[in-house]
């Protein structure tokens, strides 16, 4: 089983539309995680931490299930501007080790 | 601008040629990190480090390739006797972590390297 996994879509979505992707991860004991953006033929930039009780950023939505161990990125009235690859991004349990990135989910939002 | 830069931006070279790429961090940032990038995969890790120490290598990260960061400043990725499967977007980050904050990443622009 991968580190990091996510569903690769891609996910077509209408202006508008609220869309949820998923994350699992395999170490029980991973400690942070946060969701990075990846615009087409750019770098990564971070989006948003993931906390323990769930966190929100203006139309991003954040929530981390340790039980599942899933994360989870909730858009809401999604913009163009959104159409992007997401990253899930974990840190490993003994918190020195670097990222481990999924494979990223695409997003395309419709006019 | 005051991001993490990288040289050169695109590369491109024969099968068995030595390439070097160099990664300028944000001044302040203790922690360099090289990833590698493939179409439609994620950023793969390959080595870090903590000032001028290097703290980890990838099991992806080959003999043939080599990183340094003398000065604990600018880092370069050396790869030799390149490959096809070496072709790739190598991404360099960096990262001020201090205790108890892993720091976020900034990653630069990358270089696109092709081995024909």
């Known amino acids: 089983r991968k580190e990091v996994e996510q569903d690769p879509g891609p996910f077509n979505v209408p202006e508008g539309a609220t869309v949820a992707f998923n994350c699992t991860y395999s170490?029980?004991?991973?400690?942070?995680f946060f969701w990075y953006r990846q615009d087409c033929r750019k770098e990564p930039k971070l989006l948003m931490s993931v906390y323990s009780s769930g966190n929100e950023d203006g139309r991003f939505t954040a929530q981390l299930n340790r039980a599942s161990q899933y994360i989870s990125l909730l858009i809401r009235d999604s913009k163009l501007s959104d159409s992007a690859t997401y990253l899930c991004v974990v840190i490993a349990p003994s918190g020195n080790t670097p990222l481990v990135f999924g494979k990223g989910t695409r997003l395309s939002v419709i006019a | 601008d005051t991001g993490v830069s990288q040289d050169p931006r695109h590369k491109i070279t024969k099968r068995g040629q030595n390439v070097t790429f160099r990664c300028d961090p944000i001044s302040e940032h203790n922690r360099l990190y090289w990833y590698r990038q493939t179409l439609g995969q994620g950023p793969e890790f390959l080595t870090y480090?903590?000032?001028?120490?290097?703290?980890?290598k990838s099991r992806l990260l080959s003999d043939r390739f080599s990183a340094e960061r003398p000065k604990g400043s600018f880092s370069t990725l050396e790869i030799q006797r390149t490959e096809q499967g070496d072709s790739a977007m190598y991404l360099c980050?960096?990262?001020?972590?201090?205790?108890?904050?892993?720091?976020?990443?900034?990653f630069g622009e990358g270089s696109r390297l092709t081995v024909l």
């Open positions: 480090f903590q000032n001028e120490a290097q703290l980890e």
């Open positions: 980050a960096s990262s001020l972590v201090t205790i108890g904050n892993t720091g976020e990443l900034f």
């Open positions: 170490n029980s004991a991973s400690q942070s």
